[in-house]
């Protein structure tokens, strides 16, 4: 009897250990199979696939170089030159200097601004986000650092 039990174990234990993988390889050929979002593409009717990935690089380095900017203020805000305190007129104000450019730069917070300025200013050359499956199959794409582009 003992032979008979062993055996059911171990029959019960392999077949938990099949359902494991299966169900592993399904979540996995689920996850790969499309059930992401679909691919967005900035596109103006208007402009060559050329124009529009100059544009794209152009609202990019735009977007960088208003972040840098508005850490660069935060961080004159913050400085102890600016909020000094009455008590405190002999210590060494560069060496207290706070630097969030690093840590403003790095965070949501900075990907976020710079999103929000790349957005606008590719809306406001006339382009819209667009589904793949929305354009013309004539339509060039081309994939960049700052995002998808199409054109003619």
């Known amino acids: 009897?003992?032979?008979?039990?062993?055996?059911?174990?171990?029959?019960?234990?392999?077949?938990?250990?099949?359902?494991?993988?299966?169900?592993?390889?399904?979540?996995?050929?689920?996850v790969l199979s499309?059930?992401?979002?679909?691919?967005?593409?900035?596109?103006?009717?208007e402009k060559t696939l050329r124009e529009a990935r100059l544009d794209?690089?152009?609202?990019?380095?735009l977007a960088v170089e208003q972040v840098a900017e508005d850490v660069a203020y935060e961080e004159d805000m913050y400085s102890p030159e600016v909020h000094e305190e009455p008590y405190s007129s002999?210590?060494?104000?560069?060496?207290?200097?706070?630097?969030?450019?690093p840590l403003w730069e790095s965070t949501q917070?900075?990907?976020?601004?710079?999103?929000?300025?790349?957005?606008?200013?590719?809306?406001?050359?006339?382009?819209?986000?667009?589904?793949?499956?929305?354009?013309d199959s004539t339509i060039r794409k081309s994939s960049l650092r700052a995002g998808r582009v199409a054109g003619q």
Do not use: Q
């Open 1 to 30: 009897m003992n032979r008979g039990a062993s055996k059911s174990r171990i029959n019960v234990s392999e077949g938990n250990r099949v359902r494991t993988i299966a169900s592993i390889l399904a979540a996995v050929i689920f």
């Open 56 to 61: 794209c690089r152009e609202c990019y380095n």
């Open 34 to 45: 499309g059930c992401s979002s679909p691919r967005h593409y900035w596109y103006n009717p």
């Open 90 to 101: 002999t210590r060494d104000k560069d060496s207290e200097r706070i630097d969030l450019k």
């Open 109 to 135: 917070w900075g990907e976020t601004h710079r999103e929000n300025i790349f957005r606008g200013c590719m809306s406001s050359r006339g382009y819209s986000l667009t589904r793949e499956k929305d354009l």
